[in-house]
């Protein structure tokens, strides 16, 4: 039974190819008028003007050659011209320094171009991919379906291996392979889900431990008890009824005893009821390190120790928390570094082990099983009676995991998997326990059947190479609640599938807009966004305790930020606002700590609320402290991350690969001679000639929000120079800015630029796959469809959800002998755009 998932996941392991391609639609391109054809002549002087002194056959910059350019070379080079657009629309080209056209000349000749491009896709019908390899689920999307599917919490980040990231995501179809050391992974996950939903009425003593994250401990944590401070609220799901025992780690730790002379009441919650409570410190422990001194340490920490306790299986809340005993401030000399003030002799749980269970008293019932069992055989049922029950039970989970029907072949396949755990079962203990174990063996096929960690597409029977076809229900359900739940569809999205109703435009619009109002859309803002902004750079990002105490340590803010970030985007995508309020939207959530390193003192507590914000730097993405801190240094701001931040995520334009070998910030003055500002070491960096060309369009974007420090808190003042914060700068386009409310300004004047940079991203997110030059006629359509609305969030995703990109596919076409891929493989790297 053990090799059968193994064996299942490996045939599974191996990916097809799946074509598809487009039919016309109504959305296609008109022909151009005869204005635009007279105004080609108008376009092409401008680029002989502007772009033809470096792209021409004899530089060949970048090895391209505008020389002799035609508007018939447009659409034969797209993927040269999207390129150039790009650049046009970010006003990176012309580089700064060199001579710049007039803004609305640039307009003119990003709109003929982009025009080009949108008949050229029509004619060539390119757009719609033809090649797609299986899709697997990756860990968030294996740990969601777990959630919904079985209504069990499991962490797959703890035991299966890293996704694979491409462009920023880790939802990217060709980019998920499975290699055989992932396999073993999978089934462990499997089982161990198993466990975990259908519990083990014998189950043998275990361990789980609960670790605090960063923070003093000076509040109140949510769904801890109210007057109670600090502390871990763990969720634990618990696999029999029985005893178990709880050990605090210890926290009289060395013979001073400092923190002693008060006593720290301590209380450990079960449920949220009271099950033990105890004293930390006071006299008497005083008494115990002055007097008796040997084992003082040992005695004080015995009272957290073996706290011993029964319930029953399933998921339940533990928490261990101090009772509040003072709001006052320290009366140390020196002020704490966390901000806000407050007791600093105070202790902290670090962290605490739940163990158990010693002697299991069996199942009640929990959620899981709930789910699971649809229904309960008798003591006394027959085999045949079981085996039934088996089945209902089987073809209920199999539909849901499945994401399709299930026909009798894959009952009887998961059906195995039940009569041997059910056989291995009688040989242990009663017919019920033998009964359940095959349902828990089910459960592990089941979740290691690659009908469940993949999503496949098929081509229709009876189409010829190059034909266009929609995806069918079922693979647009799938689809569908994975880009805006990542998750398995629920029980009425799948039966719109089944029933064929799903493809209809208004049952289509109508369940987009009931999956976006779900709360499991949270994930477009928890995980679309943080990976389209390139959050997980956060992870890298550990603030210098010695520049930063105030945001380091136990006041490390990034898991905050990081929350602040979630419900921001959150807010916005639930309200149904326009994506650009990304940018300029004044409110965010934020709790004490956040408030305080933002420097506001009027919100109290660790739970975040809605703010308004006053101060107008703060107003967007630009203002947030995830933002700014993944954009910078351990230990200083980066004025350069910081514009390449802006340059790719806010106007789409990723900046140029630095050469090899490009030296860092001279930093030797520092500490032996006169400080230098940030802006004064990258000006001595930028005189280089080989840096100085990409410098000039990221700099000035980055400067602009100098007065963020590399933990994002605002000042005015750099600490190191001590010279006043210069945010001022010119942008390529000739607009001068100083500060973030400058740069705000200027970014929101082409407010379809930031609109087209998300909506990449969401097509990017929504497919699974790279988009490549073809795609981005689709794109521009989605972003002037949605400008009457102001770029509205669901204007963008239903048109997303519309997009051939993410409903039509191509049959595959023959593909090309030896020679001719080997041809065809070939790079030109001296690309010549000119037709003579």
Known sequence: MHNRPTLAIVLAGVAFVASLTRVDTASQVAAPSAAQNSDAATQLATINQYCVACHNDRAKTAGVSFQGLTPESIGQHADVFEKAVRKLRGRVMPPPGSKQPEAAAADALIAWLESALDRAAVAGKAHVPDRLVLHRLNRKEYANAVRDLLAVEFDADAVLPADDVAEGFDNIAAALQVSPSFIEQYVIAARAVAVKAVGKPDARPGGWTFRAGPGSQLTHVPGLPLGTRGGILANV??????????????????????????????????????????????????????????????????????????????????????????????????????????????????????????????????PSRERIFSCTPSTDATADAKAGCAKQIIAALAKRAYRRPVSSEDVNELFQYYQEGANAGLSTGSGQVAFEGGVRSTVTGLLASPFFLYRSERVPAGLRPGATYTISDLELASKLSFFLWNSIPDDQLLQLAIDGKLSTPTV????????????????????????????????????????????????????????????????????????????????????????????????????????????????????????????????????????????KHIQGVPPAIPPQNVPTLDEK???????????????????????????????????????????????????????????????????????????????????????????????????????????????????????????????????????????MRRVPQAAPNPEQRTAKSEPNVDVKVNTN
């Open 237 to 366: 799901d618990l696999p029999s009824d029985g005893e178990y025992a709880i050990d605090i780690a210890d926290m009289a730790t060395h013979i001073w005893g400092n923190g002693m002379e008060f006593e720290n009441p301590l209380v450990v919650t079960l449920d949220n009821k009271l099950i033990y409570e105890t004293v930390i410190g006071g006299e008497e422990d005083m008494k115990l390190y002055d007097q008796v001194q040997n084992g003082a340490l040992d005695r004080v920490n015995a009272r957290l120790k073996n706290i011993k306790f029964f319930t029953t299986a399933g998921p339940h809340k533990i928490g261990v928390a101090f009772k509040r005993r003072t709001f006052a401030e320290s009366d140390d000399q020196l002020q704490m570094f966390s901000r806000g003030g407050g007791q600093d002799r105070l202790y902290r749980v670090n962290s605490f082990q739940v163990r158990g269970p010693f002697d299991a008293k069996g199942l009640s019932l929990t």
């Open 508 to 647: 289509l619009d109508q369940q987009v807009r009931r999956m976006l109002a779900d709360a499991r859309s949270v994930t477009l803002a928890s995980n679309f966004v943080h990976q389209w902004l390139d959050m997980k750079r956060l992870d890298e990002i550990v603030p210098d305790s010695a520049v930063f105490p105030y945001a380091s340590g136990r006041s490390d803010p990034r898991e905050d930020f990081r929350t602040e970030l979630t419900l921001f985007a959150d807010s916005i995508f639930k309200e149904d606002r326009s994506v650009v309020d990304l940018l300029r939207a004044k409110h965010t959530f934020l709790n004490e700590r956040v408030a305080l390193h933002y420097g506001l003192t009027d919100v109290k507590g660790d739970r975040f609320r809605r703010v308004e914000l006053a101060q107008s730097a703060r107003w967007g993405l630009l203002g947030k402290g995830a933002v700014l801190m993944a954009a910078a240094y351990p230990n200083r701001t980066s004025p350069v991350l910081r514009g390449a931040f802006v340059l």
């Open 669 to 807: 003055d520092i500490g032996t001679t006169k400080a230098l500002t940030v802006r004064e070491m990258i000006a001595k960096h930028r005189a280089s000639p080989t840096c100085a060309a990409c410098h000039a369009v990221m700099d000035p974007l980055g400067l602009a929000l100098e007065n963020f420090d590399a933990t994002g808190m605002w000042r005015d003042r750099d600490r190191y120079a001590g010279a006043a914060i210069d945010a001022s700068g010119v942008l390529p386009d000739g607009t001068p800015i100083n500060g973030p409310d400058d740069l705000r300004a200027a970014l929101l004047r082409r407010p379809e630029q930031f609109a087209q940079t998300f909506t990449e991203g969401l097509l990017t997110y929504a497919t699974g796959r790279k988009l490549e030059h073809y795609d981005m006629p689709t794109v521009r359509r989605i972003v002037r469809g949605a400008a009457s609305s102001d770029y509205r969030f669901s204007t963008l995703v239903q048109s997303v959800v519309r997009s051939e990109q993410f409903r």
